[in-house]
C-alpha cells in the first residue's frame, strides 16, 4: 500500500499595503530616497531666498550705520557752530567799551573843576600822580591840593559827589568828562589814552 504525502499548505500571496497605511523602515538598513525634482528646486529657491535676506539685512545695517554717523557729525558740527557763536557774542560783550562819566573830586568826595584831574594841567603846575592812592597832587606852593576821578558819580563844583566809584574801569570803558573830554577812550584790549595824548592815567585810582 502506498503512503500518500500530504499536500503541503500553500501560503496565501503577499498582499500590498493598503493605501494611506505606513511602514517600518529599518534606518540602518533602508536607503535613503533620492529628492525629486520638484524638491530640489524647492531646496534651491529656499537657500537662494536665505542668501538674499541676509544680504538686504547686511545692506539695512550698512544704511543704519552710514545715518548714525551722519547725525552725529551733524549734531558735532552744530555743538561748534553754537559754541563758535557763543565766543564771538562773548567777545562783543566784552570787547564792546561802555562809556562812563567822570566827576573831578578832592581827596574828600567833594567835586571840583574839572582840570584838577587833567593830567596835561597838573603836570604843567608841578603837580604829580601818586599811582599808590590814585591821586593827582598839587605842590604846596599851589595848594597842595588832592584830586581824583569819581566815575558814574553826579553832582556841581563845591557838593559832595553823589554815587559812582573810584575804582578806575578796564580799559574797555570810554570815560568821558561833564564837558564831553574823553579822558580815558575803550578799545578792544587796547590801553586807554587821553585825549590830551597822555597815558590815561589821569584820576585814576
Known amino acids: 500500500m502506498t503512503e500518500e504525502n500530504p499536500p503541503e499548505e ?3 500571496p503577499e498582499q500590498p499595503p493598503a493605501r494611506g497605511s505606513m511602514r517600518y523602515q529599518d534606518p540602518d538598513s533602508t536607503t535613503p530616497r533620492e529628492p525629486t525634482l520638484a524638491e ?3 531646496r534651491r529657491k529656499a537657500l537662494v531666498e536665505e542668501e538674499e535676506r541676509e544680504q538686504a539685512e547686511a545692506q539695512a545695517r550698512e544704511v543704519a550705520q552710514r545715518k548714525a554717523a551722519t547725525r552725529r557729525k551733524v549734531l558735532i558740527g552744530s555743538g ?3 559754541g563758535l557763536v557763543g565766543v564771538v557774542a562773548a567777545w ?3 570787547g564792546t567799551p561802555d562809556e562812563v562819566s567822570a566827576v573831578c573830586t578832592d581827596a574828600n568826595g567833594v567835586v571840583q573843576n574839572d582840570q584838577y584831574c587833567d593830567d596835561s594841567y597838573m603836570s604843567s603846575h608841578g603837580g604829580h600822580y601818586d599811582s599808590v592812592s590814585g591821586l593827582w597832587i598839587l605842590p604846596l606852593a599851589l595848594g597842595g591840593g588832592q584830586y581824583r576821578y569819581n566815575y558814574g558819580g553826579t553832582g556841581t563844583v563845591g ?3 553823589s554815587g559812582g566809584t573810584f575804582t578806575k574801569p578796564s580799559g574797555n570803558t570810554t570815560v568821558k568828562t561833564s564837558a564831553g573830554k574823553t579822558v580815558q577812550r575803550g578799545g578792544f584790549g587796547i590801553s586807554s589814552k587821553s585825549s590830551s595824548g597822555g597815558s590815561g592815567k589821569s ?3
Request: no cysteine; hydrophobic share 35%; charged share 5%.
Open 92 to 94: 562783543y560783550v566784552v
Open 40 to 42: 530640489q528646486r524647492a
Open 10 to 12: 500553500q501560503q496565501p
Open 80 to 82: 561748534v557752530t553754537v
Open 159 to 161: 557838593q559832595h559827589v
Open 203 to 205: 584820576g585814576g585810582s
